[in-house]
């Protein structure tokens, strides 16, 4: 079982929709969990932190937990072209007496004009 | 956030030969790391440098193939040793800590190395 999953996609959706991607992982004691957005050929740029259960809302963005489902989220509203881009889902959690970052494989989202 | 810059952002090498990939911040930070992104997939954590110390390794990666510095809260390096093809790749450092944003990682804009 990979320790982060995502639907590889593409995850396609017309300009103005939202975007909903998902992300479940298997480390039950993951306390902070990122999303970084990826444009092509460029290195990932943190868009989202979220460390309690429940939603956090950030502009056009929103960030759902659920720790007891071990479930992620991250809702884009009124998606844009400029969207378009893989979105990596990272929770953290303690290893080895450090906190370690693990990355899912991402999800690859287009915003069709 | 912090200013990370990477030098080279780019090189092509001949397999057997060392590259090495230096990382800087523009303010002191916590935790320094590396990472490996190959064509297509996700980023795999090489290890963590440690200032003052030796790197903390993740499964499948050594010291004796990836050498890591860290001489103070601003620098670090990464050679890649002995190259082979199979080493072409993005390598990226990320910093933890940096503006008192604990937790959150931050990339620097990466170097892409092929080996021939």
């Known amino acids: 079982q990979k320790e982060v999953e995502q639907n590889s996609g593409p995850l396609s959706v017309p300009e103005g929709a939202i975007a909903s991607l998902n992300c479940t992982y ?25 460390y309690s259960n ?5 502009g056009r963005f929103t960030a759902q937990l659920n ?3 071990q479930y992620v989220s991250l809702l884009i509203r009124d998606s844009q072209p400029s969207d378009s881009a893989t979105y990596l889902c990272a929770p953290e959690a303690y290893s080895g007496g450090y906190q370690k970052v693990t990355f899912g494989t991402g999800t690859k989202l287009q915003v069709i004009p | 956030s912090a200013v990370i810059s ?11 030969t060392s590259l090495t990939i230096q990382c800087q911040v523009d303010s002191q930070v916590t ?44 620098f ?21 800590g940096a503006g008192g944003r604990h937790n959150e990682q931050f990339f620097g804009p990466g170097t892409r190395l092929t080996v021939l």
């Open chain 1, 26 to 50: 298997s480390d039950r004691v993951s306390q902070s969990f990122f999303w970084y957005r990826q444009y092509s050929g460029k290195s990932p740029e943190l868009i989202m932190s979220i």
């Open chain 1, 54 to 58: 429940g939603d956090k809302e950030d």
């Open chain 1, 67 to 69: 720790k007891a489902s």
């Open chain 2, 6 to 16: 990477q030098k080279p952002s780019r090189d092509i090498c001949q397999r057997g």
């Open chain 2, 31 to 74: 935790m320094m790391f590396w990472y490996r992104q190959q064509p297509g997939q996700s980023l795999t954590l090489i290890a963590t440098a440690n200032q003052g110390s030796e790197a903390t390794y993740e499964s499948g990666f050594v010291i004796d193939k990836f050498p890591i510095s860290r001489p103070n809260l601003t």
């Open chain 2, 76 to 96: 670090s390096t990464l050679t890649v040793s002995n190259m082979s093809p199979e080493d072409s790749s993005i390598y990226l450092c990320s910093v933890e």
